[in-house]
């Protein structure tokens, strides 16, 4: 492995407490790095934990420097009026706003807030790092903040203009609006990576994409999967108990995926099975409003996992992103029968009724999860060679070593140019 460095790691998402996909990829990651290497993370505004949750996250990394923008919280006012503005969506009582896929996919790329870079400048200022990574999209102008002598890595969780490329083709997006939004971000997403030093993407077909255009080199290196979510797996012929989704209503794809099975896919398994879909994680109430129903519900954040995973299996009806899905991952290496679209298991090796169910529509996923319900030599089988890929390709150690070695090729490049 490469000899021990200082890493600074800039992130945008909520990170902690783990409640989503990107929160488990970078816990897991920083976890293990921490034991190889010296790591400091800035967080920015409005993703900076609340007090107990940042003081959970020093304890758990007690290695790491975590520099935080100055905290702004909701007053007690703020806070109310929202939460009732979303019970009361939630209820029928106010009508749901409307959200448009226009709305929730264009990315602009707005210039940095003035305290963010403050925060940005004063960390340079204070420390020496022998490399500089950068996470998602939103922080790619960035780059124009930070040193030119050290290697800076931008770390591509999902291309936006892959997204807006898959909505056109899929017809989900006015085809010429779609094509005036793709060439924008095109242009603009890829000329930012290029002022990086190297960029990395969570799958190949991502790195294909971008080695196409843009001139710096692009590596693929997905993110690990928590050690404790590496279950020991056991048969089971327990009969399936809960059918459900895992994903926030914030990220778009995740309230398409739900709208689909809504229109397409529930009413029927519903009506076949007598499940109903069981949706985790945080939805506000207006998008609560338009997917509720006799056979979808919403059952919130849930604190700890392993309180969902029994006797269950997971619906994945992802129809466009990029990147990885982290619920898939972490599905697999607890040992959770999983049902996806081909495009949703999107840079995990899982073969069909060999390690996970794949379906493309209606029909296709009533007969998996039928399948599924009735045979447990095939859930046994799914769930061991699932866990097994999560073993072999998805382990923190195995993934931090990939990750340095690409390092290591970045700095030694950098050190030659100097």
């Not at 020093?58 to 939460?83: A, C, G, H, L, M």
């Amino acid at each position: 492995m490469l000899e021990r460095k200082k890493i600074l790691i800039i992130t945008h998402h909520n990170i902690y407490p783990v409640e989503s996909g990107g929160a488990i990829t970078m816990v897991a990651y920083i976890d293990e790095l921490q034991k190889h290497h010296d790591v400091s993370i800035i967080l920015f505004n409005p993703y900076v934990p609340e007090n107990e949750d940042l003081a959970e996250l020093q304890e758990r990394w007690s290695k790491v420097n975590i520099y935080t923008s100055e905290i702004k919280r909701p007053t007690f006012f703020q806070k109310t009026k929202k939460d009732i503005k979303s019970i009361l969506q939630s209820w029928g009582y106010m009508k749901p706003p409307v959200y448009s896929l226009e709305d929730t996919s264009f990315m602009s790329y707005e210039p940095l807030k003035s305290d963010s870079i403050a925060l940005l400048e004063k960390v340079l200022r204070n420390e020496k790092f022998d490399l500089i990574e950068v996470n998602h999209s939103d922080q790619l102008p960035i780059v124009f903040c930070l040193p030119k002598d050290i290697p800076c890595i931008f770390v591509n969780h999902e291309p936006r203009f892959k997204r807006t490329l898959i909505q056109i083709q899929n017809r989900l997006i006015d085809p010429f609006y779609g094509d005036a939004h793709y060439k924008y971000q095109l242009f603009t997403e890829n000329n930012l990576m290029n002022n990086y030093d190297a960029v990395i993407c969570l799958n190949d077909n991502d790195t294909e994409l971008i080695q196409e255009n843009i001139s710096r080199p692009v590596f693929t290196a997905t993110f690990p999967v928590l050690e404790e979510d590496i279950a020991d797996i056991q048969p089971n012929d327990s009969p399936i108990k809960r059918v459900f989704f895992l994903g926030s209503g914030n990220h778009y794809p995740n309230f398409d995926a739900v709208k689909w099975y809504k229109n397409e896919l529930g009413k029927e398994i519903y009506n076949k099975t007598g499940f109903k879909l069981e949706v985790f994680g945080h939805w506000d109430g207006g998008k609560r409003a338009i997917l509720e129903c006799d056979y979808i519900i919403f059952k919130g954040f849930v604190k700890d996992l392993n309180d969902i995973v029994d006797d269950a299996v997971m619906l994945v009806p992802i129809r466009y992103g990029g990147g990885i899905r982290t619920k898939i991952q972490w599905a697999m290496g607890k040992g959770v029968p999983v049902i996806s679209t081909t495009f949703g298991h999107e840079g995990i090796p899982a073969m069909h009724k060999k390690s996970i169910m794949i379906a493309e529509n209606g029909p296709q996923y009533l007969l998996a999860l039928q399948e599924i319900l009735n045979n447990s030599e095939l859930r046994n089988t799914i769930r061991k060679n699932a866990n097994t890929i999560v073993r072999q390709n998805f382990s923190p150690l195995a993934m931090v070593n990939k990750r340095m070695a690409i390092y290591e090729q970045v700095i030694a490049a950098k050190t030659e140019t100097a």
